[in-house]
């Protein structure tokens, strides 16, 4: 008996969604995406607020970008993801449909239907397409693991009550997400 055929997503079925449907295309597979929780977007608009003002304040070039924004890590037109928040620093990049190339910075905020997703593919996309530093912020476990793939170093744990250094600020910006929640 034959196995059945897995079909093959392309750029056009992700762009061809219904209406107020939500998917990310890895690798010609659709994940759909269910809506983010209260503490999910709260953590969202937090890291949006505090990397922009940062950003701002420093007069700085790049951009912090939360989702829904699409992203074509590899600029092939094959993988569409959309970050939690892509800290964008070349917006010649930019187009009308979102992201051409890999964000320098991606926050990734774990909820129960994408931990295995942004744990294991979506942290091999992004050290693929060249994704300068990726945390998987993790509110279930209160913690944060770091991947600085420009350093091509071991990721780091650190629990929400640490304060974790930016990467690709060369530390002058610090948060702690435990502060973060604290008006949660």
Request: with cysteine; aromatic share 12%.
């Amino acid at each position: 008996m034959p196995t059945p055929q897995t079909r093959f997503y392309t750029s056009e079925d992700y762009w061809n969604l219904p209406e107020g449907e939500r998917a990310e295309l890895i690798d010609g597979k659709l994940y759909a995406m269910a809506p983010p929780g209260y503490r999910h977007q709260f953590l969202v608009a937090q890291f949006t607020k505090i990397i922009g003002n940062f950003i701002d304040s420093h007069e700085g070039t790049c951009r912090v970008i939360p989702a829904p924004f699409a992203v074509n890590l590899f600029a092939d037109d094959q993988n569409w993801v959309e970050p939690d928040i892509s800290v964008i620093c070349d917006p010649d990049k930019i187009t009308d449909q979102g992201y051409e190339g890999a964000p320098d910075w991606v926050i990734e905020v774990v909820s129960p239907e994408s931990r295995k997703r942004d744990y294991g593919k979506k942290n091999d996309l992004y050290s693929e397409a060249g994704v300068r530093e990726y945390w998987i912020v993790d509110p279930q476990k209160e913690r944060t693991t770091v991947y600085r793939y420009e350093e091509d170093a071991a990721p780091v744990i650190v629990p929400f009550r640490q304060a974790l250094s930016v990467g690709i600020y060369k530390s002058a910006l610090s948060l702690c997400i435990a502060d973060m929640l604290k008006n949660l």
